[in-house]
């Protein structure tokens, strides 16, 4: 699959995040995919308070949200099986490639295709 650097990374969990947390290690600038697979469970809403908001996310959905900045967490999974992909960026990934663009750009490097 080509998401066309969307993001870079994938972590997979069951169930869901009980916890209020802000995901310390996403870049502060970049969205968090938030993708459920499964069939027939109850709970798993997106939760954040800072925003008085709480968001059933259903098979076939997929919900975009800043989670370095925004305090969020799940409600719990009661019934079914419920996995979580989340995609997200790095900050410590993107910070390196955002150094190795600017050397590459210092030099004059063309490459002929």
Same mark, same amino acid.
């Given at each position: 699959l080509?998401?066309?650097?969307?993001f870079l990374?994938?972590?997979?969990k069951e169930?869901?995040s009980?916890?209020?947390h802000?995901d310390?290690?996403?870049d502060p600038?970049?969205?968090?995919w %938030? #993708?459920?697979?499964?069939?027939?469970?109850?709970g798993?809403?997106?939760c =954040?308070?800072q925003?008085?908001?709480? /968001?059933?996310?259903?098979?076939?959905?997929v919900l975009?949200?800043?989670t370095r900045?925004?305090i969020h967490?799940?409600i719990v999974v009661?019934?079914?099986r419920r %996995? #979580?992909l989340?995609?997200?960026?790095?900050r410590?990934?993107?910070?390196? =490639?955002?150094q190795?663009?600017?050397? /590459?750009?210092?030099?004059?490097i063309?490459?002929d295709?």
């Open positions: 080509d998401f066309n650097g969307a990374c994938v972590a997979v169930g869901s009980e916890l209020l802000l310390w290690q996403d600038n970049a969205f968090a %938030i #993708v459920p697979v499964g069939k027939g469970w109850t798993g809403d997106f =954040a308070p925003l008085g908001l709480r /968001v059933p996310i259903l098979p076939g959905q975009g949200a800043l900045r925004l967490a799940s009661t019934n079914g %996995i #979580v989340t995609c997200f960026s790095d410590g990934t993107l910070k390196k =490639a955002d190795w663009e600017e050397k /590459v750009l210092e030099q004059d063309y490459l295709l």
